[in-house]
């Protein structure tokens, strides 16, 4: 065998083991995939009331009123976040630490709905896909096979690639009149995951970044760029009157200062030396363009200032990747979800194909091994004439 071959040899079953190790796990993070590319259309249409109100005022209540209205509803809740899109009939969403969001009408401060997260179809898949509904050992299982997932992209492509030019059309073409299921089968792994792979790798590569600290480390080399350290909690320095700067004076500076924005997130204090951290997104194609700014709840001075007009190109790459990795990206409009939604399940279809792959060589192996019994059992022996008895 030469050396080309016994290369050949070990990516195939370095391949093989990987996917048969891996493809339950692989093909239930793929059907979670496809189902999380189309969850803001899905929401906005199984859940339009919860997110959209009518339009019954020229102008919202304040921040702080539908505040006291939360408060009023879940006295024992404590706010984690607020935001809200910048438009006339977007509901204000209130997100619990318990992961308890609620939704009210910034018009009339009416509670609109209740949305527990271990209730809700996209939540409960969203956790599928990261933790396999089992905590941080899901969570380390997902991380493992973020890995496992490039790997096998990368030597399917090797075992994929023609060995002379004159197979690439065969190598790239799905043979659907053969009566052959093997040779479908086969075609349908290969060739569709041949179709597939320049997103499977944006989608493995992304994936690694989310999970991985030394592929960030490695996107700040490449960029030259350095890899921001974990935030440091800011805090408020109490006043001697305590009068606090509120929540609406800081979103209406902010908004004063850079306008624009499609989306509002704020965060309030968590405690009495916490901060208010307003961020604000704009329009943007891939990369995330956000603003935020962090006040002291006491004075309302400025503590901490981050623009997308200063992103160095770790940032660049950083806010990309989420879109990147779901397929949402602005500029190619709904294309790019139709397109990762068929990779996904293209992808959740690798894992079946291959054992089935794997299942027609034990069988023929198996078969093989029969036929021959068969044919020592029937053909004359060596030492003796035929048609004698023994």
């Given at each position: 065998?030469t ?28 059907i ?6 189309f969850e803001?259309e ?8 919860f ?22 509803h ?10 809200w ?12 630490r ?8 910034p ?5 609109v ?5 271990n ?11 990261t ?6 050992f ?17 030597s399917g492509l090797?075992?994929?690639?023609p ?11 799905i ?12 075609d349908?792994?290969t ?13 493995s ?14 996107a ?30 800081a979103?209406?500076t ?16 968590g405690?009495?030396?916490?901060s208010?951290?307003v ?13 935020t ?8 001075k ?11 190109g ?21 294309g ?24 027609g ?24 004439p ?5």
């Open positions: 065998m050396k080309n071959g016994q290369f050949k040899k070990l990516i195939r079953t370095l391949h093989l083991w990987l996917g048969l190790s891996s493809g339950l796990v692989v093909f239930v993070i793929a979670c995939a496809a189902l999380l590319v803001d899905g929401r906005d249409f199984f859940q339009h009331d997110y959209h109100v009518p339009v019954v005022g020229a102008q919202r209540l304040p921040v702080r009123q539908l505040t006291d209205t939360f408060r009023a879940f006295p024992k809740e404590k706010i984690t976040n607020i935001r899109k910048e438009k006339p009939d977007a509901a204000v969403l209130f997100i619990s318990k992961n308890i969001t609620v939704a009210i009408d018009y009339t401060s009416r509670v709905g209740v949305q527990r997260q209730r809700d179809f996209y939540s409960v898949v969203l956790d599928l896909h933790h396999l509904l089992m905590g941080e899901g969570n380390a299982v997902i991380k493992v096979n973020v890995l496992i997932f490039f790997i096998l992209c990368v090797i075992l994929w690639w060995k002379q030019k004159r197979f690439f059309k065969q190598a790239v073409r043979n659907f009149k053969t009566k052959n299921w093997k040779r479908l089968n086969r349908l792994h060739v569709l995951g041949f179709y597939a792979l320049i997103v499977l790798f944006i989608v590569l992304t994936g690694m970044f989310m999970v991985y600290d030394s592929v960030k480390q490695f700040g080399f490449v960029t030259h760029s350095p890899v921001p350290m974990k935030e440091e909690k800011l805090k408020s320095v109490r006043g001697v009157d305590r009068q606090k700067y509120s929540i609406d004076r979103y209406t902010m908004a004063a200062l850079y306008p624009g924005a499609t989306e509002t997130f704020i965060t309030p204090p405690d009495s030396v916490g208010i951290r961020l604000m997104r704009y329009p943007y194609a891939i990369t995330r363009m956000q603003n700014m962090v006040f002291d709840q006491y004075s309302g400025v503590l901490k200032t981050e623009l997308y007009s200063q992103y160095t770790y940032d660049y790459v950083a806010k990309s990747n989420y879109n990147l990795h779901t397929g949402k990206i602005a500029g190619l409009g709904i790019s979800k139709i397109i990762w939604f068929l990779v996904a399940l293209i992808a959740a279809s690798m894992p079946v194909t291959g054992f089935m792959i794997w299942l060589r034990k069988s023929g192996r198996k078969s093989r091994k029969t036929a021959k019994l068969q044919y020592e059992r029937k053909a004359p022996s060596l030492y003796e035929a048609g004698v008895d023994g």
